[in-house]
């Protein structure tokens, strides 16, 4: 056979060229999948911040619901503190006043409204502010002898604290 009859192999000068012509080839093929995993990472950035805003947003506006309730109440307070004592004194029996009482007491039962400091309860000063002290040999521990002023709280956030008379150990 003649040079000329054999099939023309690649030479050493041709397969580097191959090669990086493979090479281009695989890089134009992957890089649009290295760009499509690129924006899916961006999208799931972003669908992460938006689920992590919502829930932001939602928790502060609870935040702002519940101070706003917590405001509306403080300022009902001393008419609260006025109906409690006519209602003491026996002058609502009777009175259409008593069904505003009640409906008063019932609103703040709904929005979690409670009265803090009763006779006989041990002494919190988180949640009292002691007037008046009164040694006594027949407690242990401060105990509250007489409330003065109703304290309420809504949920754990304090609206105003019960002011009492309290026994105090000798």
């Known amino acids: 056979m003649s040079e000329d009859n054999i099939p023309n192999e690649p030479g050493p000068e041709e397969v ?4 990086d012509q493979e090479l281009a080839d695989l890089v134009d093929e992957t890089g649009p999948i290295s760009k499509e995993a690129e924006l899916l990472a961006d999208l799931q950035r972003l669908q992460a911040e938006f689920v992590n805003y919502k829930a932001r947003v939602e928790r502060d506006r609870d935040q702002a619901r519940n101070l706003a309730i917590a405001e509306a109440f403080r300022a009902i307070l001393p008419a609260l503190d006025d109906l409690s004592r006519a209602e003491a004194h026996g002058d609502l029996e009777g009175s259409p006043f008593a069904a505003v009482v009640t409906k008063l007491r019932n609103a703040g039962e709904k929005f979690g409204l409670k009265a803090v ?29 007489d409330v003065i002023e109703q304290g309420y709280m809504i949920g754990d956030r304090l609206l105003r604290p019960a002011m009492v008379a309290v026994n105090i150990p000798e």
Do not use: M
């Not at 580097?16 to 090669?19: A, M, R």
């Not at 502010?129 to 105990?143: F, K, R």
């Open 117 to 145: 400091g009763a006779k006989g309860d041990k002494f919190d000063p988180e949640l009292h502010n002691a007037l008046v002290q009164t040694p006594s040999a027949e407690v242990t521990e401060t105990i509250i002898a």
């Open 16 to 19: 580097p060229d191959q090669l």
